[in-house]
């Protein structure tokens, strides 16, 4: 458990609407990921974030952006939400040191 | 880019029995980790392997990592209700501390 908590936890929103997704982690882990979930899928890379300022992008960035403006925050946005974003967007941390990552509760949000 | 195959998709069984399931890939790994998720909650880290042929048990599971470098197998004993959940593969090249996601396995427990 590395702290991690993540906010909302649940939301639906229309689709047009800007959303952002907030993970937060009191560890002072280096790297942050944000992944979304949908069934037969497993779970896809976004972005990811390897220092404050340090982002880079998923196998499925199209449609969102990040920023990480402090350690412990990392901020998934939607700039336009769309039905096929409607998943369950899960965060996840890592010191570096190894290649383990944990995992914060999910998001689960709905796009109308 | 890179294939990873996780098998079985789901899996229905009966308390007691044991449980097997694994990962191939067509690329080499350094890392080999295995995470359940349960209903409504994040991947949990059950056991991590990092070195080709290795083999680690942690209480009724055990894993290992192929001595190829492009496989791995966690198996379960003597099953209990609360092992129910979404079982994944996760490997890394190690390079840019990026995991890949299998696509899981469902595991079912009947009591």
């Known amino acids: 458990d590395a702290g991690i908590t993540q906010s909302p936890r649940h939301k639906v929103t229309e689709t047009g609407t800007p959303v952002t997704l907030r993970c937060h982690q009191t560890?002072?882990?280096?790297?942050m990921y944000w992944y979304r979930q949908d069934p037969g899928h497993g779970l896809r890379l976004i972005h990811y974030?390897?220092?404050?300022?340090?982002?880079d992008k998923g196998e499925v960035s199209d449609g969102y952006s990040v920023s990480r403006s402090k350690t412990e925050d990392f901020l998934l946005t939607l700039e336009s939400a769309t039905s096929s974003q409607t998943s369950v967007y899960f965060c996840?941390?890592?010191?570096?040191?190894?290649?383990?990552?944990?995992f914060g509760p999910g998001t689960r949000l709905t796009v109308l | 880019g890179q294939q990873l195959n996780q098998s079985p998709q789901s899996m229905f069984i009966q308390e007691g029995e044991d449980v097997s399931m694994n990962c191939t890939s067509s690329?080499?790994?350094?890392?080999w980790l295995w995470y359940k998720q349960d209903p409504g909650e994040g991947p949990v880290l059950l056991i991590a392997?990092?070195?080709?042929?290795e083999l680690t048990s942690n209480g009724r599971l055990t894993a290992q990592f192929g001595i190829t470098r492009k496989d791995s197998f966690l198996n379960i004993s003597a099953s209990i209700p609360s092992d129910v959940g979404i079982y994944f593969c996760?490997?890394?090249?190690?390079?840019?501390?990026?995991?890949?996601f299998g696509t899981g396995t469902l595991l079912a427990v009947q009591p």
């Open positions: 996840a941390t890592t010191g570096g040191n190894t290649d383990t990552q944990y």
């Open positions: 560890e002072n882990h280096r790297y």
């Open positions: 974030s390897y220092g404050v300022k340090d982002t």
């Open positions: 690329s080499i790994f350094n890392t």
């Open positions: 392997l990092y070195k080709a042929g």
């Open positions: 996760a490997p890394s090249s190690g390079a840019t501390n990026k995991l890949i």
